[in-house]
């Protein structure tokens, strides 16, 4: 096995160990119910498009694996799931292709089984653009996530060490001819980022915040030398969003997502979709294949509920629904976070 196929072996297993459904920042947000929203439970309050494409439902399954024989039956269950719930989808970081091209069997498992979805490629910062852009032809991507990750690579012993990133996303977005999404890995988007963001054209982040997957803990699980303090590190999904909404940018809302409320909740902050990856993950490991795909069912029955119970009709309208954020303390935050 490549050292590669080890190091993915070992974040699955170590997402396992650490995957909890604890309180997160999602716990401070409460949303204002109407008792009386005149309205109806439908699929079709959920439907909505998605970077040109009708999708079932406004979440997605996100980014985790490719480049091992478990993690091809992984995105095998993945491609299924996203095709009869009719969702977008994304694989792990492919960059690894540019070494071992025999590996794009455990990345294209996905595509095979969903040919016509949403499709999300992934690759890091260090990609080259040449290689990037193969990547997305062989796996007939619709749009590309490019993950930036300094923590999780500073808690890597073997990690990078090389953070100056921003020429090499602009030198991938200009070479692929589809969009690209910038994107956290569970330490979430602090305002100056987005704004070099923008400056620079990039108009569409998956937040990637803190809160459910932490990847300073895997990366201290499988280190010699780890760095607890990293765990910490993190800006919440909650409070990432709070932030990307003020500045403008589209956005896509993950990390530390439970349940259909929490999805709710991304919806009424802005984001334009919701991403899940752990709790996809552990059902899978823990009811196969048809367990991811029911649970993901299950998650568009619950979220059209939600809807009518808030009298929402369409998943733009969603940002309507008053909230109030408890603790004084997020106010102070975000005023100090976004000036
Ligand atoms: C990930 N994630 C991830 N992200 C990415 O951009 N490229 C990748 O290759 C991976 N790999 C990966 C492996 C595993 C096992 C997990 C659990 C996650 C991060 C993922 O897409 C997401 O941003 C975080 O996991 C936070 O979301 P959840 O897990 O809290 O829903």
């Given at each position: 096995m490549s050292n590669h196929s080890k190091r993915k072996e070992e974040h699955l297993a170590l997402a396992k160990k650490y995957f909890a459904i604890k309180e997160n920042d999602f716990d401070r947000i409460e949303l204002v119910r109407p008792a009386l929203p005149e309205s109806c439970v439908s699929p079709a309050t959920i439907a909505c498009e998605i970077l040109g494409k009708k999708v079932k439902a406004?979440?997605?399954?996100?980014?985790?694996?490719?480049?091992?024989?478990?993690?091809?039956?992984?995105?095998?269950?993945?491609?299924?799931?996203?095709?009869?719930?009719?969702?977008?989808?994304?694989?792990?970081?492919?960059?690894i292709l540019a070494k071992e091209k025999d590996q794009l069997a455990s990345f294209y498992a996905a595509r095979e089984e969903n040919p016509d979805g949403l499709f999300f490629a992934n690759v890091n910062p260090n990609t080259p653009a040449s290689i990037a852009k193969n990547i997305v032809k062989e796996l007939n991507a619709d749009a590309l996530q490019i993950h930036i990750n300094t923590v999780q690579e500073l808690a890597m012993p073997e990690g990078d060490r090389d953070f100056v990133w921003l020429d090499k996303l602009k030198a991938i977005r200009d070479e692929v001819d589809i969009p690209v999404i910038i994107k956290e890995v569970g330490f979430g988007f602090d305002k100056s980022s987005i704004d070099l963001l923008q400056k620079n054209d990039f108009h569409l982040i998956d937040l990637g915040g803190a809160g459910g997957t932490n990847f300073a803990q895997i990366e201290n699980g499988r280190s010699s030398h780890p760095l607890p303090y990293l765990d910490e590190l993190g800006l919440s999904t909650v409070k990432s969003a709070l932030i990307a909404q003020d500045s403008g940018i589209d956005f896509f809302a993950s990390g530390g997502i439970r349940n259909a409320l929490d999805i709710l909740k991304c919806l009424v902050l802005g984001a334009k979709s919701v991403g899940i990856a752990n709790l996809f993950l552990q059902v899978y490991e823990n009811g196969g294949e048809d367990g991811l795909v029911e649970t993901v069912l299950r998650f568009e029955d619950e979220l059209a509920g939600l809807f009518a119970l808030f009298g929402i009709n369409k998943v733009n309208e969603a940002t309507k629904v008053k909230y109030a954020l408890t603790k004084g303390l997020w106010k102070e935050f975000i005023q100090i976070a976004v000036d």
């Open positions: 406004p979440f997605y399954i996100n980014a985790m694996t490719g480049g091992s024989e478990k993690s091809k039956e992984i995105n095998r269950a993945i491609g299924k799931a996203s095709r009869i719930g009719q969702i977008p989808f994304a694989t792990g970081s492919s960059s």
